[in-house]
């Protein structure tokens, strides 16, 4: 698997990029994948999205170590769902720690658990989705429904309630923050490129074409972006 992403603060972002993103390996084949998106009319939303992805990293490394000593028989979708209880259980034991509001706890959350042939996700808020070429772009009209306003509920009956992703047989899996949606032309640019296609398309890596979108067509994220591409094969490696 080739894993691409890229994290860029919005041009109407002045002092934090409030996105973050996490991947990594769980086990030897099965790689977890996330984006965050902190509110913009949060309490310092940088910071609860980066929480978010510094709990990611410490679920999944417990959980690497683990795997060299029982590998995990859990199918991907019960381990999914295992790592998103362990998150929402932290993050509620964080909160009541550092006494935090829910206004400081309001993030999106996109997170992915693929292995070679099949994978699962989950999506809370909004943002955008590919697989395979198939594009889909969650929006709840600028009020996404964030992961802090349920940390005092029942997990279960609030997970069943989610949208799940479920990917068979894939090749080629991107999810983006919904920054991904904000290029506008900013600076006299005009094009009618289509910046969620040409990111989410060949092989090319996004910080070029990232670079490309600015300096050649004119066009910037005004929000933030995180975006995380990979790719499951051997001729899709990254272009020069």
């Known amino acids: 698997m080739h894993i691409d992403s890229t994290l860029q603060i919005g041009a109407y972002h002045l002092q934090h990029c409030e996105d973050y993103l996490f991947h990594d390996h769980i086990g030897t084949d099965r790689l977890l994948c996330a984006v965050m998106d902190g509110c913009t009319m949060g309490t310092d939303s940088y910071f609860i999205s980066t929480l978010v992805g510094k709990l990611l990293r410490k679920i999944v490394k417990e959980r690497h170590y683990l795997e060299f000593f029982q590998p995990s028989q859990l199918s991907l979708r019960l381990q999914l769902k295992s790592i998103v209880q362990q998150l929402f259980n932290e993050l509620k034991l964080l909160k009541n720690q550092l006494q935090l509001s829910k206004e400081e706890m309001l993030t999106t959350l996109i997170i992915v658990l693929v292995d070679p042939d099949d994978g699962v996700g989950l999506v809370v808020g909004d943002g955008v989705v590919s697989i395979d070429g198939q594009v889909t ?104």
Do not use: C
């Open 137 to 240: 772009e969650f929006e709840q009209d600028n009020k996404p429904d964030y992961l802090g306003y349920h940390l005092q509920e029942d997990f279960d009956g609030w997970y069943g309630k989610q949208a799940f992703l479920s990917i068979t047989n894939w090749q080629d899996i991107s999810i983006s923050t919904d920054g991904i949606s904000s290029f506008m032309a900013l600076e006299g640019g005009e094009t009618d490129l289509d910046p969620v296609s040409y990111l989410l398309s060949d092989t090319r890596l996004l910080e070029k074409k990232l670079k490309y979108l600015e300096h050649e067509a004119g066009l910037r994220p005004t929000d933030d972006l995180a975006i995380i591409r990979v790719r499951n094969s051997r001729d899709s490696l990254p272009a020069e």
